[in-house]
């Protein structure tokens, strides 16, 4: 049960951090060196996100349980979860 809650804490920190990520991203419009890593830290930060959903399923996790942590319908889990087995 405690590694369930940690994988689901991990999972909401990575949301976090690509929020402040996207807030980043649309601070920087009109310089295009920032810009672009701006852009780059979020595709990172995304990709964590999807990375410890993955983690915290294999963990247990459940994925109404996950829904409800990313603010998002069970179907978009689900499709994160098949997207790596494809």
């Given at each position: 049960?405690?590694?369930?809650r940690?994988?689901?804490?991990?999972?909401?920190?990575a949301?976090?951090?690509?929020?402040?990520?996207?807030?980043?991203?649309?601070?920087?419009?009109?310089?295009?060196?920032?810009?672009?890593?701006?852009?780059?830290?979020?595709?990172?930060?995304?990709?964590?996100?999807?990375?410890?959903?993955?983690?915290?399923?294999?963990?247990?996790?459940?994925?109404?349980?996950?829904?409800?942590?990313?603010?998002?319908?069970?179907?978009?889990?689900?499709?994160?979860?098949?997207?790596?087995?494809?």
């Amino acid at each position: 049960m405690r590694a369930r809650r940690r994988e689901l804490l991990a999972v909401e920190e990575a949301l976090r951090v690509r929020r402040r990520a996207s807030i980043l991203r649309d601070g920087c419009r009109h310089r295009t060196v920032d810009r672009a890593l701006a852009e780059q830290a979020y595709l990172r930060a995304h990709a964590c996100v999807l990375d410890a959903v993955r983690t915290a399923h294999r963990a247990g996790v459940p994925v109404p349980a996950l829904a409800q942590a990313l603010d998002v319908s069970a179907v978009s889990i689900r499709r994160i979860l098949g997207a790596r087995r494809s």
